[in-house]
């Protein structure tokens, strides 16, 4: 079963726009971690924010934000302000401590394109 | 410093032949994981290294897959006998413990398989 899932597939904006990724995960562990990851056209996965199940402050980092939910099992990710170089393709991914803390189960992804 | 670096960027071979992968984790990591990025599949975990020992092999998609790490370093993911649904973007990532918790998987730019 998926433990991750990304249900948009692709999102197109144009710069300066907000654009809000949605991920909804799915555990019976206690403990858990979620991640966000990017992965511009270079290819190379680049990490961006580690929560754990027991921290639902959300967070901001510059123009990005993140808002966990454990209610709803979702771990979402905003841009403000979008950026062409954003562009990207954004995995978010889940690692469950009391069986596997070391296996990151990722998502789908979502492309994002930002148009000037 | 040096990030991950994987050899060769790309690898074109025909059905049937062997192929080696090569990783070079951050310096000093002790954990090294093998992830598959493939159209169909996503982002799966394929095997993981604690040191040079393979604690869990379970993601490797058959016995034609095999990998191994020397001197808690370089690891070499070897594909026999190739199938054209082997072909895909072969990630290593490396991580200086192997929990999620507390330890970042940092990722490299990746093998392109592509089986003929």
């Known amino acids: 079963a998926q433990k991750v899932t990304q249900a948009q597939t692709e999102i197109s904006v144009v710069e300066k726009e907000d654009v809000t990724l949605d991920c909804v995960y799915e555990t019976r562990d206690t403990t858990y971690y979620l991640f966000w990851y990017k992965q511009p056209p270079s290819g190379e996965l680049v990490f961006l924010i580690r929560r754990n199940s027991f921290d639902e402050q959300n967070e901001i980092s510059g123009r990005y934000s993140w808002n966990f939910q454990k209610s709803t099992s979702s771990f979402n990710f905003t841009i403000t302000a979008s950026q062409v170089v954003d562009s990207a393709v954004y995995f978010c991914?889940?690692?469950?401590?009391?069986?596997?803390?070391?296996?990151?189960?990722f998502g789908a992804g979502t492309t994002v394109t930002v148009r000037a | 410093g040096a990030g991950v670096s994987q050899s060769p960027s790309n690898k074109v071979t025909e059905k049937g032949k062997d192929v080696e992968l090569r990783c070079d984790p951050i310096?000093?990591?002790?954990?090294l994981y093998w992830y598959r990025q493939s159209l169909g599949q996503g982002l799966e975990f394929l095997i993981y290294f604690q040191g040079n020992s393979a604690p869990d092999k379970s993601g490797l998609p058959s016995d034609r897959f095999s990998a191994e790490r020397t001197g808690g370093s370089v690891s070499t993911l070897t594909i026999q006998r190739t199938q054209q649904e082997d072909s895909a973007v072969y990630l290593c990532?490396?991580?200086?413990?192997?929990?999620?918790?507390?330890?970042?998987?940092?990722f490299g730019p990746g093998t392109r398989l592509t089986v003929l």
């Open positions: 310096s000093g990591h002790t954990a």
């Open positions: 990532a490396s991580s200086l413990g192997w929990t999620t918790s507390t330890d970042t998987q940092y």
């Open positions: 991914a889940l690692s469950e401590a009391e069986s596997n803390d070391y296996k990151l189960s």
